[in-house]
């Protein structure tokens, strides 16, 4: 429990690191959960749950596995396909569970996902079914941060999957830092009759919210106003849902606030997103508190961890067209530095920033914040690491 942030975004943890801290909490006080991970436990930085089980395990060890026994409740397999039955069929005899895997990777068992979605709408409608436990998914080892294994490993799709059912079965969680992790797993194990995916980096991230904060998100509307880096009545509104894009939308406020002083800037993070709705299933942001939060007209300058056209479409239910200027992954990238890999996808803080030097027709600033990404890339070709400092 964090009561509070004295200075938001000058300390740095990993989200994931976090998100596997209370998860280890959970797995000691209830013995019907089970973690289902395709091995990588360890390197997305979730081990603290090999303090509390072990991995399941029936062979003979040798000195240097991590702990392993017959009854361990860490089920580590090289085939998503054959964990996610597995995690169905726990879920179905009234445990928990929550199956993490590399984003690029999930996508493997979109049809068995959507075939659960299927039976969870239908069982609904049958009075003598239980309600289910949710199905969780955790995606970690995300697009933005895969700078050793490239390009292979660089795709949001089953986040646009899960947003484009009608069935409203399915919510898309983004936790801004390691608090909003920690609040994102107790909204997971807390849900019934639908699938979550959450998506988180497993590297340090800046932390802005308390736990207070982080909880008040989901009674919000999935949507809330920074105000430490918040105007009162601003000229252009920046909104992003993940923690890599908000950091970016942040940093691209501040460095509008030196370029163009008597602008006035608002960002409101989007932590839920469902079918058609900014929020979760059970709890939708209505019209009325899209305006208050985004103003009746001002012009919105998004930065989406997934695909730009999916953030869009939802925003289109909210928003004149007009209005939205939206940022994402692109399908570019490579084995690259963290910056020229948001960089490649149009997503990076000068990017954002010069969608506001365009619409002021500051072409001073333009050419300034051009420059300074031509210069990065060269630099990061050249030396491996980024010029400019996240």
Known sequence: MIDVVEHPGTEYFSPARSFGG?????????????LFSPDETTSNKLDAVYNVSSRAWDLPRTDFDLPESFDGRI??????????????????????AIMTSYEAFFSIITAQVLQQIKFLSQSARVDWRP???????????????????GFTHQSPALISTLLSLPSRRANCL????????????????????????????????????????????????GATI???????????????????PSREAIAAIAILRQDLPNLKFRFVN?????????????HQLTPDEFTRLFTPSRPIIANF?????????????????????????????????PFEMLSLNHASRYHLALDIAKLTGR?????????????????????????VKL
């Open 22 to 34: 209370v998860m280890a909490e959970y797995m000691a006080k209830h013995d019907d959960f089970y």
């Open 131 to 149: 309600a289910y436990p949710a199905v969780n998914l955790l995606s970690t080892s995300t697009c933005w941060r895969q700078d050793h294994n």
């Open 174 to 221: 983004f936790p801004v830092d390691d608090v909003a992790a920690e609040s994102a797993f107790i909204y997971m194990l807390s849900s019934e009759n639908v699938v979550n995916l959450t998506t988180i980096n497993k590297t340090d991230q800046p932390r802005w919210l308390d736990s207070h904060q982080a909880d008040a998100q989901y009674s919000a509307g």
């Open 305 to 337: 961890h997934g695909y730009p056209e999916t953030l869009r479409s939802i925003l289109t239910q909210y928003a004149a067209p007009a209005r939205l200027h939206v940022h994402g992954f692109e399908e570019h990238g490579s084995t690259t530095t």
């Open 270 to 282: 989007i932590l839920a997103l469902c079918y058609n709705a900014i929020g979760t299933t059970d």
């Open 363 to 387: 072409d001073d600033l333009i050419a300034k914040y051009q420059k300074i990404l031509h210069d990065n890339s060269a630099y990061a070709q050249a030396h491996g690491v980024d010029q």
């Open 226 to 244: 920074f105000d430490f880096v918040s105007d009162e009545q601003p000229d252009y509104v920046f909104t992003a849902a993940g923690d890599i």
């Open 75 to 96: 089920i580590e397999l090289l085939s998503e396909n054959t964990l996610f039955a597995c995690m169905v069929g726990h879920l179905a005899a009234g445990g928990t």
